[in-house]
Each structure stands twice: as C-alpha cells, then as structure tokens.
C-alpha cells in the first residue's frame, strides 16, 4: 500500500518540487501551507506535472487546532517539513515574527507528531547553522553558531528534534541545505518569491529579464577568486532527491525503537562566485546582466561550500546537475523561453 507522508510549506519552491518528486517515487502527499509566502496557483502547476491533484489544505503550522484536524484525518507514516520563513535581513527586523512561525510552528508540528505517533521526520535546516569561524569545506561535525534570528530558528529546532529523538523517539534527519536554485524540467515550477527576491539567483534572472534594473553585488574585496562571494550552489531537483533518499534512509531504520537524530550537509562541495553567477547567466540567456558593486550585507560571509562525503555514504546521495544547467531551468520558469 502507499504510504502518506505530510508536507509542510508545499507551496513553497523547494517543497512544490518535493511535492512532484515524492508522488512520482510513489508516496501519496498530503500538503499544508499557509500561502504566506507562495499562491495557491502552484497548485494547477503541480496539477499540470502531475495530472491531478494532491490533497491540499490551507493551513498554518501555528494553529495547533488546524494541525489537529489534518493529522486525525490522515494516518501519517512521517513528514517532510519546509514550512517557514527564510529571509535572513527580514529576521533582523522582526525576530519574533521568525521565532514565533518557525520555531514555535515546529514545535506544534512535533507535538502533533509525537501525538499522533508518526516518528519520521526530514527537515529543511541550512548551512547557516554553522558558525562564520570554520575552515571550509564545512562538515557536519563543524562548529556551530548564529548571527541573525533565522539561523537561530534552525539551529534550535534541530536542536528540539535532538531532543525529541532522545526523550520521544523521533527518528529526524534535518538536511542542511547550502543555496538552492535552478527550477523542474517542465518550466512550470521554480522559485518565484513575493516581492523583492533575497537570494542571488532569482535576482539575476530578473536583471536579466529587465524587471529589474542591476544586481546590487554585495561586494567586500573577500579573498576569494575575485572579491565576490562564494557559495555552493545546489540545483532544486537534486535537493529534492536528497530527501527522498533521506526518507528511505528513515524507512530502513524503522524497526528500530529509538530515536535518532543525524544532520547531513546538501550542497554540491564547490563554491561559485557572484561574478561567475553573473557572467554564466550571460551566457545561459544571451542576456546583459548589470550589476554595481555595493557594500557587504551584516551577515555575509566570504565563501561557504560543503563537505559532500557524508550525504554519499550515509544517504548514497550525490550532486548530479551543474550550476550551468540550474540556471538555464530557473531562466526557462522564468521567462517562459
Ligand atoms: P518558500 O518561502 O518558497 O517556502 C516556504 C513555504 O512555507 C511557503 O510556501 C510559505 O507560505 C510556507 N509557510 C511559512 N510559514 C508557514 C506556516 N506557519 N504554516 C504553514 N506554511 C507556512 O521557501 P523555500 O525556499 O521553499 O524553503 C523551504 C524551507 O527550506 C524553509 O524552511 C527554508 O528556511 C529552508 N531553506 C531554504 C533555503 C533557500 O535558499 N531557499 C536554504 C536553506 C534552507
Ligand atoms: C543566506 C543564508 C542561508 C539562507 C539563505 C536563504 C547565511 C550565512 N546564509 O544565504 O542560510 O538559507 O540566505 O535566504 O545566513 N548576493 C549579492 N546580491 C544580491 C543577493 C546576494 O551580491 O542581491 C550575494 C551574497 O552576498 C552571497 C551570494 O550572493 O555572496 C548568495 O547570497 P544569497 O542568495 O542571499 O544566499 P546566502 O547569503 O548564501
């Protein structure tokens, strides 16, 4: 029979890509979002890919009721959750705004879970768990430590899931993700913010469609290839496989009663510059990109790229898509070329 798993902030970019590939891997999906991020027109897009339907409810992590309602109704064998807010410059100004919806939204989830007996958990983490004092590559073993309220999110609910898999037998597999991008092979699906995008990528494409007059690069004369910054750029359809692989990994430790807790590291194990961003769009779209050089960003870091052994061994999980070829799907979502 099909297991349901629950997916939190499906609507999302990186959950509406796990939403398809998880359905295609054979699961059934259940999916919750509060659409504070995201529309609820990806729903026909995943309906387009897909040729029907998942079942959607319009709910929020916060709403302990709500929560209540999908969990009796479904028999969850585990959960995948994506459901937060992500922009680090955001955090700082309104810190309780991300503790309120990212930490305490989990820690329903999680009451909801233990509840409701449901033990399997992948998270979204991020490499911004791990302190700016460490040699490169990181590894899952490096130092940790935060700067800003969302990488405090994260870091305190791995640490609640460490607890949970200690004290209530949760068996949780957060994945710290370095920086997705790139969009499903289709051009239906991709990354498509509210407003001003935060991130790189997202950006630059829309220089590049003229939405947008010049990238702002955040520049600080690093010591890196050329004085921008570096990052290891992870394409969203391998992303997502990481955690089909990270469920199956849950899956075949299931008949073991305790709990477990084991952070891996997503990333592809080398670094792009903000430069090289720019000229590979160039060349990808045909397109001028402009950009201007202004200062650093309070939280920016000179380069920050993962050690990728662990994912291999542990998930059997590796990187397969170039930089190239994730910017040329995130400008066919785009542009609609
Ligand atoms: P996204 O904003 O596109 O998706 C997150 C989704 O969660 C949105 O659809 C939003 O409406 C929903 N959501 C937020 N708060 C909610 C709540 N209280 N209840 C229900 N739904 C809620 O972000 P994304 O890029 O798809 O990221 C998914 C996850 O991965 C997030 O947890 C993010 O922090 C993490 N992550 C993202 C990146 C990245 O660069 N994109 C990097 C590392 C980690
Ligand atoms: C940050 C977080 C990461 C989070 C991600 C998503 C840290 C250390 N990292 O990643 O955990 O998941 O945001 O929000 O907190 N840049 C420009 N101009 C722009 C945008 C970015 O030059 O308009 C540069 C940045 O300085 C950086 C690179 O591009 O060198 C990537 O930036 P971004 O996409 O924002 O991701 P991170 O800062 O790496």
Redesign the pocket.
Known sequence: MKKTILI????????SHAVVAFEQAGYTTVI???????SEQVLSKIGKILGYIPDFHK????DTKALDEVFSKHGFDGVIH?????AVGESCEKPFLYYG??IL?SINLFEAMVRYKVRRIVF?????VYSSDNTLPLTESSKLGTTNP?GTS?LVIENVLQDLSLHASLQALPLR?F??IGAHPSGHIG?K?NGVPN?LLPYILDVALWKREKVRVFWDDYPTIDGTGVRDYIDVNDLVDAHIAAYRKLEEISGDTNGSFTPVNIGTGRGTSVLEMIRMTEEATGKKVAFEKVGRRSWDLAEVYAWVDFAKEFLGWESEKTVKEGIESGWKFISGV
């Open positions: 939190t902030g499906w609507t999302g970019y990186i959950g919750v979002d509060n659409l504070s991020n995201s709910a929020d992590i916060c994506f459901a937060g807010l992500k919806n990212n939204g979204s983490s991020s490499a911004t969302y994260k993700y920086n997705p990354e913010p991130n």
